[in-house]
């Protein structure tokens, strides 16, 4: 079955990357969502696309000024207790050119202590079965890989030759592979089933087309990252075979 993550939430719904679109995107059926994780200068989690702000970068911000400033920027561990039970990918900004980069990695070191604070607290591992960490950075999954070998990780990729981003993903040890829709072109199946040969689940983004994601499904794509998670559910529920609803 072909999983419907919800882009930044059901983000023609309500804000993207805020509680209301996660909560839209769930209430509309979607598998899960994805989102976009930043850190405050005094080490809280919180979810927002861009590190730049009218007020200065995040990481330059504490929580309580995001908090004051930019209200509807959630922590991550709220935005985890609004898609518990359900999927959520977890995607690190983290690049050399994107503001408030660390090469030290504190986002990545900070996502696994919160999941592993949450599992203690839940005494259970069920929530962490259902979290995905990704970036488009390699070094950044590889640090959680290092750090919590039990968390699914998956490289975000944009353009070049996508079987090469299927190997290096393989050769790092991680669960996934996130390519953009354009990378895959008329090659899907071949591109799907050299990705599941070697243990990898394909996670396409961003695809909003119904054809196109109807088309990826047949393909055996694990999963689509959409802005419009109602389109793709609708889609996904009229052809045959693949959902099982």
Same mark, same amino acid.
């Not at 790092?172 to 990898?200: E, I, K």
């Given at each position: ?16 990357? #805020? ?9 509309? +059926? ?13 080490? @809280? ?5 861009? +590190?730049? #702000? ?9 929580? /309580? ?7 509807? @920027?959630?922590?991550? !561990? $709220? ?28 986002? %990545? ?13 839940? /005494?259970?591992?069920?929530? &962490?079965?259902? *979290?995905? =960490?990704?970036?488009?950075? &390699?070094?950044?999954? $590889? ?13 975000? /990729?944009?353009?070049? $030759? ?18 953009? %829709?354009?990378?895959?072109?008329? $090659? ?8 599941? !040969?070697? +243990?990898?689940? *394909?996670? @396409? ?22 802005? =419009? ?17």
């Amino acid at each position: 079955m072909t999983l419907v993550l919800a882009h930044r939430g059901a983000n023609r719904r309500a804000p993207e990357n #805020t509680l209301a679109a996660f909560r839209a995107a769930l209430e509309l +059926g979607a598998d899960g969502v994805e989102l976009d994780v930043h850190r405050t200068r005094d080490g @809280v989690l919180v979810v927002r696309h861009d +590190g730049d #702000t009218p007020f200065g970068d995040l990481a330059a911000l504490t929580r /309580s000024e995001v908090a004051q400033r930019l209200p509807d @920027v959630p922590t991550l !561990a $709220d935005a985890l207790d609004v898609g518990a039970g359900r999927v959520v990918n977890v995607e690190i900004k983290n690049l050399p050119h994107q503001p408030g980069f660390d090469p030290d990695e504190t986002v %990545a070191d900070l996502v696994v202590e919160l999941l592993a604070a949450r599992r203690v607290a839940r /005494s259970g591992e069920a929530e &962490l079965e259902r *979290v995905l =960490v990704s970036s488009f950075h &390699l070094p950044t999954i $590889d640090r959680v890989r290092v750090l919590d070998p039990r968390i699914d990780t998956a490289w975000l /990729s944009y353009g070049g $030759d996508p079987h090469d981003a299927i190997r290096v993903t393989a050769d790092h040890g991680h669960t996934a592979v996130h390519p953009a %829709a354009s990378m895959l072109g008329d $090659d899907a199946d071949a591109l799907v089933d050299a990705a599941h !040969a070697l +243990g990898l689940r *394909v996670n @396409v983004w961003t695809v909003n087309d119904a054809e196109e994601i109807v088309r990826l499904a047949r393909a055996g794509i694990d999963a689509v990252i959409t802005d =419009v998670p109602d389109v793709a559910l609708t889609a996904l529920e009229r052809a045959p075979r693949l959902r099982g609803r």
